[in-house]
């Protein structure tokens, strides 16, 4: 006797809407018991995790602040994934999209030039990311080679441009030989909404595409290509929809966001260009546009959730001593469920007794 | 030693990671299911395999460990793209993404520390023929393991009878299971097969490649292996001559920094990555042109069998 997966005659609307939620519970279960394992109570750094930074107006912000990369990421993400397109190196398109924006704000820098600096930082930050993602877009299309690989392989040659830059051409000459970029001018710099906090316009900014994606999604021709070409691409062929142009499409949507994602963590929270700018945002994109169910509401709730977990780990590691990589153990844990509650959307178990299925010849 | 020995020697190190995890990968491939999280598997192998032979003293035992450790990251993978039918790609990713953190909080313990290198063979007489002699008769066992592996995968896919159901499974997993063959059981095998090689390709890292183990330090080495697969358009033959190609781009690019010739380092970092993008352009552009593609016809595709 075991037990196998059957097709549902119909998707569960019921467990659609539950799964994200099954899923967290579940990875909070197995955060405790590797607490537990690492020696630690497991109430008391669940709740370091994930309420203490609920509780005071700073860590708030600080929640806000690294949800903006996150929430921007993932929706352009999610487009690709919608249609079938897997664009994995989201992480080298915010990073190209940090360099090429800070390529103008190095270049004024110290002179008199005036308010058009952050605009014009923020198109070519979007530009950069475009671009960039156009390369494994062009290559699968042009040639068939696999964006997976492509899009991930550019990944680490972007990290290389940064820091070829900000070592090179680009250090700060009073900068003590760290490879940093001197301090961008205010005009180069995204205003904070408050002050004595980090929150900024960006966050405004991420909330405007999440309702421009929402209606891109639900309420264009495009976005209707774009889930017919994943959901039917045989359909899709028969309806005259172009897929390659797709392909080109979400990857420079992704791209482009990715990218401004990028200049304005460089512009804002950073201040100025140096390694190290993401601790794995265009990674951590892909869990939240899953989570979110590729849903750009969603994925706003998702990428809040997902901050949540990584100001908690720095909370946890400063006052608990648990090692920062618990974060990244975490949130493959959560992709982990996600991906298997959806997977109870579209099926369900059946017990499948020993004499049925030998007759059927399955093991 | 000269340098060209010297040189011929530091490519076959740099190879065998690739061409460990990528004839595994293979494999897995050819039964018809695509494992994105090769770099997961690889570096949970490293730590896991670092660790064990740091408290045994025993390479034999590291390289054991950091087998199973691959082989049991990858069962995670097999239970939810086979067991619960999530979507490839996306397991893949989180594989990796889940490796990565995992092993850094394994190996947190570890970072700094060095251990004893694994043993090169050494044959009177023949090692000491020069220019060849330490290149075929003077490596460590990881690497006539690796290629025997590759002989092994080669035999096996082509030359026995599980061979052609694993590869029937790969290409028609409908008529396979319509034959009465367990399409789930054996994908699950080869997956666990696949995160073996991985793990023992990471675990080779610490153990014969450098003397310790550093956060991270598979650096890309399980995508490439990827790349690697494509490459060889399946083929295990030509997996070796891939794998032995990248090894290459990655000792020239560490000499050429040595010689100062004024390139930025980054540059030349960058090589490795830069030959894959334009390898699988070129592979896939030749493929196109010429027989159609010669990927497993159900590579990826998920397979639930019906009553």
């Given at each position: 006797m075991h037990i196998a997966l059957e097709r549902r005659a119909e998707r569960s609307a019921t467990i659609a809407i539950a799964s994200p939620l099954i899923a967290i519970a579940l990875t909070l279960v197995t955060m405790a018991i590797l607490f537990a394992i690492l020696g630690k109570n497991p109430i008391t750094a669940l709740g370091v995790y994930f309420l203490e930074p609920l509780s005071d107006v700073h860590s708030l912000s600080e929640i806000a602040v690294k949800a903006t990369p996150l929430v921007m990421i993932a929706v352009g993400l999610a487009l690709c994934y919608i249609a079938?397109?897997?664009?994995?190196?989201a992480e080298g398109q915010f990073l190209i999209g940090a360099v090429c924006g800070s390529w103008i704000a190095v270049k004024t820098q110290g002179t008199d030039a005036g308010v058009w600096v952050l605009p014009a930082m923020l198109v070519a930050g979007a530009v950069g990311g475009a671009l960039y993602a156009l390369i494994p877009a062009f290559c699968k299309v042009r040639f068939g080679a696999s964006e997976i690989l492509t899009s991930l392989m550019l990944v680490y040659v972007a990290e290389l441009i940064l820091d070829y830059l900000v070592r090179g051409p680009?250090?700060?000459?009073?900068?003590?030989?760290?490879p940093t970029t001197a301090e961008f001018d205010s005009v180069a710099t995204v205003p904070?909404?408050?002050?004595?906090?980090?929150?900024?316009a960006g966050s405004v900014i991420a909330l405007i595409v999440v309702m421009i994606a929402t209606v891109l999604l639900g309420r264009t021709i495009m976005g209707f290509e774009i889930r017919v070409v994943g959901a039917a691409p045989r359909a899709a062929r028969f309806a005259g929809f172009d897929s390659d142009r797709l392909v080109i499409v979400t990857f420079l949507i992704s791209g482009a966001l990715a990218g401004l994602a990028g200049i304005i963590e460089v512009a804002g929270p950073v201040g100025h260009l140096q390694p190290g700018i993401s601790p794995g945002y265009g990674f951590t994109a892909i869990i939240v546009a899953f989570l979110g169910r590729l849903n750009p509401v969603g994925i706003l709730v998702a990428g809040l959730f997902l901050a949540l977990t990584f100001i908690g780990g720095e909370n946890a590691q400063i006052s608990m001593k648990v090692p920062l990589d618990l974060t990244k153990v975490f949130q493959g844990i959560l992709l982990f469920y996600v991906l298997a509650c959806d997977s109870l959307i579209l099926y369900r178990f059946r017990l499948v007794t020993s004499r049925a299925g030998a007759a059927h010849g399955s093991v | 030693m000269g340098l060209f020995e010297a040189i011929l020697l530091s490519v076959i190190a740099a190879s065998t990671p690739l061409l460990l995890a990528a004839s595994g990968e293979l494999v897995v491939e050819r039964s018809g299911v695509l494992n994105l999280g090769i770099e997961g598997m690889m570096i949970m192998g490293a730590a896991c395999g670092f660790a064990a032979a740091y408290f045994t003293g025993s390479i034999t035992i590291g390289a054991i460990a950091g087998a199973a450790a691959g082989a049991g990251t990858s069962a995670i993978f097999a239970l939810l793209t086979?067991?619960?039918?999530?979507n490839q790609v996306a397991a893949g990713l989180a594989l990796t993404i889940f490796g990565i953190g995992l092993s850094g909080l394994i190996g947190a313990n570890f970072v700094g520390e060095r251990i004893e290198q694994a043993p090169h063979l050494y044959i009177p007489v023949l090692t000491d023929i020069p220019v060849v002699g330490k290149i075929l008769f003077g490596e460590d066992a990881f690497v006539y393991l690796s290629i025997l592996l590759v002989i092994g995968i080669w035999w096996f896919l082509y030359r026995t009878r599980a061979g052609l159901i694993l590869r029937a499974v790969g290409d028609n997993h409908a008529s396979a299971h319509a034959l009465g063959y367990p399409v789930l059981k054996i994908r699950a095998l080869a997956v666990l097969f696949g995160g073996a090689c991985a793990g023992l390709g990471g675990a080779y890292l610490p153990l014969a490649y450098t003397p310790f183990f550093v956060p991270?330090?598979?650096?890309g080495r399980g995508w490439i292996a990827l790349a690697l697969v494509v490459f060889s358009s399946w083929k295990p033959g030509r997996i070796v001559i891939g794998a032995y190609l990248f090894g290459a781009v990655t000792i020239l690019q560490l000499h050429t920094q040595a010689l100062g010739?004024?390139?930025?380092s980054q540059l030349m970092s960058s090589l490795p990555y830069l030959a894959t993008v334009i390898v699988l352009v070129l592979i896939s552009r030749v493929r196109s042109s010429t027989a159609g593609s010669t990927a497993p016809a159900s590579l990826g595709m998920v397979f639930v069998p019906d009553r």
């Open positions: 079938n397109v897997w664009n994995i190196g680009w250090r700060d000459p009073n900068g003590f030989n760290f904070t909404l408050f002050a004595d906090e980090r929150l900024h | 086979l067991g619960l039918a999530v991270g330090m598979t650096a010739l004024g390139i930025p």
